[in-house]
């Protein structure tokens, strides 16, 4: 099968974790621990280039998926934000971009990125999925749409609207549904029930839950946002920090051992 059916393939049944790597070399080692999938995290790749989230422009955003595709085996699925743009009509043209890189899978989000975190109106919101589904369908590469509404990092934790949403989004060609943020097993139950024969995508950023547990109900796939950058830059800045403020250098020796690294990298030829 290619990536694109091995992906879908992989959303058919049981629970996966698609762990976000955030350059090519969090990616080789993760494909190497024997993930089956992985995503990206926006802001984990803008974090390696000095910026915040959301700073990375489209163009070197396709160069980062188009580069990621073409050295990995497994499938991947791209955290493409908004489709950086409001408009429907412009958010199919980017989408349609996006499908040409090798990615397997992208996700649009309803969330505005100004100061008050807010939504898209809802009617726009569903446009921007409908425009989504439009593009991919017209690219007949297949990828997987993720539907995904952010009320709940957004400072709107709805759970009637989020659900409404997702199934909005659902009718509108998603084919696979996400809720970043929601917890609680309640809420998490209720999206799945609200969204099936759907899948369901959960995002977990620290321990609260376990993949068993997730599974139990009734959740299809796992993902981990910018959690896993998020913990590797904690390790640097501990050694860093220590260095800077009592020059000492003990947290070295915490570091994993160049060779042990070494060997999920390819020889240059």
Request: negative net charge; charged residues 25%; glycine residues 10%.
């Amino acid at each position: 099968m290619t990536k694109v059916e091995r992906f879908h393939d992989l959303h058919k049944s049981g629970i996966f974790v698609l762990p976000n790597a955030w350059d090519l070399g969090s990616a080789r080692i993760l494909q190497g621990l024997g993930f089956k999938a992985i995503a990206t995290t926006s802001s984990g790749f803008a974090w390696t280039l000095g910026r915040r989230d959301t700073q990375v422009p489209l163009e070197e955003t396709l160069e980062h998926y188009s580069e990621m595709s073409s050295v990995l085996d497994i499938p991947i699925n791209a955290d493409f934000e908004g489709g950086y743009a409001v408009d429907a009509d412009r958010v199919a043209v980017n989408v349609g971009a996006a499908c040409e890189t090798g990615i397997a899978g992208l996700s649009i989000e309803d969330s505005l990125k100004d100061a008050d975190k807010g939504l898209y109106e809802f009617d726009l919101a569903v446009d921007r999925v409908r425009a989504a589904r439009a593009a991919i369908d017209a690219s007949k590469t297949g990828v997987l749409l993720v539907g995904r509404s952010e009320g709940f990092i957004a400072g709107r934790p709805d759970l009637r609207e989020t659900i409404r949403r997702l199934t909005a989004f659902s009718e509108a060609g998603a084919d696979c549904l996400y809720a970043p943020g929601v917890k609680t097993r309640e809420d998490i139950k209720a999206i799945v029930d609200a969204v099936a024969p759907k899948p369901v995508n959960v995002l977990v950023s620290n321990g609260f839950t376990t993949v068993a547990e997730l599974q139990a109900l009734g959740v299809r796939r796992i993902s981990v946002g910018g959690a896993l950058a998020r913990t590797a830059w904690a390790g640097m800045l501990a050694v860093a920090k220590e260095i800077a403020e009592s020059g000492t250098f003990s947290g070295l020796s915490r570091a994993v051992p160049g060779d042990e690294l070494q060997r999920f990298f390819p020889s240059s030829k």
